[in-house]
């Protein structure tokens, strides 16, 4: 059973670079057909898809974060990481990463990690 587990730091200032890694146990991230993605909650406010890599290495971005986003992997540890720029207190949120299956019309998130909260403050 895949397992993911994010890192990184909890408290983040302003203007800074958010960087978080997702650790993936139990099944590689090279795949077919799934997407690792990244994911997060502010406070009070739904889910926001922030992005994903696909199996293949290719990156899918949100629109609203797309030019602060990047998304990156590193398939000898098993592990993607996001970095989000120029953070402000509104990037404040609890960060998921996430496995998405999608093949043809058939699309799920199958597993999550537990989520990470990151606070922006100076």
């Known amino acids: 059973q895949v397992q993911l587990q994010e890192s990184g730091p909890g408290l983040v200032k302003p203007s800074q670079t958010l960087s978080l890694t997702c650790t993936v146990s139990?099944?590689?991230?090279?795949?077919?057909?799934?997407?690792w993605s990244w994911i997060r909650q502010p406070p009070g406010k739904g889910l926001e898809w922030i992005g994903h890599i696909s199996y293949s290495g290719n990156t899918y971005y949100g629109p609203s974060l797309k030019s602060r986003t990047s998304i990156s992997r590193d398939t000898s540890k098993m592990q993607f990481t996001l970095q989000l720029s120029s953070v402000s207190p509104e990037d404040t949120a609890v960060y998921y990463c996430?496995?998405?299956?999608?093949?043809?019309?058939?699309?799920?998130?199958?597993?999550w990690g537990q989520g990470t909260q990151v606070t922006v403050s100076s």
């Open positions: 996430a496995r998405l299956f999608y093949y043809a019309s058939d699309y799920q998130y199958d597993a």
């Open positions: 139990g099944g590689s991230i090279t795949t077919n057909y799934y997407y």
